[in-house]
């Protein structure tokens, strides 16, 4: 079983920064996918960012440039660092863990981007 703690949300303005962070209980950490993903009021989650257990990286066109996701297998950590925030990056994030045929998903935490 893993559980997957997330945290770093908060309120910024609009052109500001935070960092989240998702910490994984077990032992696959090092050989699964991770994943950030969000979910806004009214709207379907969606992918953000993924690191795959190789270290490859991918992103939402709508965070390109703007968004850095990393991890620290020693730590069963991965990072979302997000800079230049836009009013519509609000949304609850949520972490997740992938390897095939298992998943797992955090408890989410909120960001707010205030105008």
């Known amino acids: 079983q893993v559980q997957l703690v997330a945290s770093g949300g908060g309120l910024v303005q609009a052109g500001g920064s935070l960092r989240l962070s998702c910490a994984a209980s077990?032992?696959?950490?090092?050989?699964?996918?991770m994943g950030w993903y969000r979910q806004a009021p009214g709207k379907q989650r969606e992918s953000v960012a993924e690191v795959t257990s190789g270290g490859s990286t991918n992103y939402a066109d709508s965070v390109k440039g703007r968004f850095t996701i990393s991890r620290d297998n020693a730590k069963n950590t991965v990072y979302l660092q997000m800079n230049s925030l836009k009013p519509e990056d609000t949304a609850v994030y949520y972490c997740?863990?992938?390897?095939?045929?298992?998943?797992?998903w955090g408890q989410g935490t909120q960001v707010t981007v205030s105008s």
């Open positions: 997740n863990l992938a390897r095939t045929p298992l998943r797992y």
């Open positions: 077990g032992s696959i950490f090092s050989s699964a996918a």
